[in-house]
């Protein structure tokens, strides 16, 4: 596999396509949310395996959640004690996941949000703000 700056990935998902690149576990298959019907097509992935929505930091995902103030408080204590890192959150979607879900393919009930440990993912992640990954 021939290898592409980080910027260049950045301009691919920009320009609507699906780039792969390295993080802390296997490697991404991401694009930007309103082209995740292309990961689905590309993967021949069911409908029914929602995609997970990465982030660069956690500051930027607890908008996609909903919950209590006790149960914000204990998402936040794992995140902050796992993140960045290899696990997966999946927690209750808030409304403010209808302006990224373009495409209806999120569960709209819940949101896997995951924020990998990788230097490269990263700095796409922090360049392109959040994408979906499979």
């Known amino acids: 596999m021939p290898e592409v700056s980080p910027d260049k990935l950045v301009q691919g998902l920009f320009e609507g396509k699906v780039v792969s690149f390295p993080t802390d576990t296997i490697p991404a298959l991401a694009t930007l949310p309103q082209n995740a019907s292309s990961i689905f097509a590309l993967k021949k992935r ?55 879900n373009t495409n ?3 569960d709209s ?3 896997g949000i995951r924020i990998p440990d990788c230097f490269v993912a990263q700095r796409i992640l922090q360049k392109s703000r959040m994408f979906i990954d499979y």
């Open 46 to 100: 069911s409908f029914q395996k929602p995609l997970i929505l990465m982030c660069s930091s956690s500051e930027n995902v607890w908008k996609y959640t909903q919950g209590n103030s006790e149960e914000l408080r204990n998402w936040k204590n794992i995140a902050y004690r796992y993140w960045p890192g290899p696990l997966t959150l999946v927690l209750p979607a808030s409304e403010s996941i209808i302006n990224i």
């Open 109 to 111: 009930k819940t949101i």
């Open 104 to 106: 209806n393919l999120i």
